[in-house]
């Protein structure tokens, strides 16, 4: 079974603009553990591709930085100007219809590693929805299998898959480390180096 990594990288990032933000987030200066300096996005993308699944990238088509990296690093996009999240998600399901599953991730949480990614895309193996969480708390990658693939293609709006979810059984895969629901929000969310 082919599940494959989608990352919703369409979002406006308005809340970072508001707290000060220059430009889109998902450009901003992103510090890793070993010191390396890089875009947000650019360390998200690093961490899915390290998982060995494929990866599809939905962002907008005034984000060149971001269609740059994805050039780079030789990964396949959808562009569009998305009005919500459902949008994103539903545009690229329908760019893989060979795949069967999508691991949902989003841009802003770059902490999430390999290893997560490749339990979901396992555990999906056995479950319609899987969904990690940290101390009850659920978070990203959502992995959702083939069965609701019609689904998938027919979000629209800013709750993403949220109403899928309260319809469905949902696999709870549980972490020691709260990396499954760390985002970038705010600039002061950012690491930077020392």
Partial sequence: MTAGILIAAAGRGERFSQAGGKGNKLNAAFV???????PLFEQTL???????????????????????ICAT??????????????????AGVNATPHWQGWLIHLADMPFVTPAV???????????????????QQPGHPVGFSALLRKQLGQLRGDNGARELLKGQPVYLLPFEQPTVVQDIDLPSQLPVSE
Avoid: C, K, M
């Avoid at 690093?73 to 539903?90: E, F, H, K, N, R």
């Fill in 32 to 38: 890793d553990d070993a010191g390396q300096q890089r």
């Fill in 46 to 68: 690093r961490q899915a591709l390290s998982s060995g699944l494929p990866v599809w990238v939905v962002t907008r088509p005034d984000n060149l930085e971001v269609q740059q």
């Fill in 73 to 90: 690093y030789q990964v396949a996009t959808t562009l569009l100007a998305s009005p919500g999240l459902g949008d994103s998600i539903a």
């Fill in 117 to 135: 990614f490749q339990q979901v895309a396992i555990a999906l193996q056995q479950h319609a929805i899987v969904r990690p969480s940290f101390q």
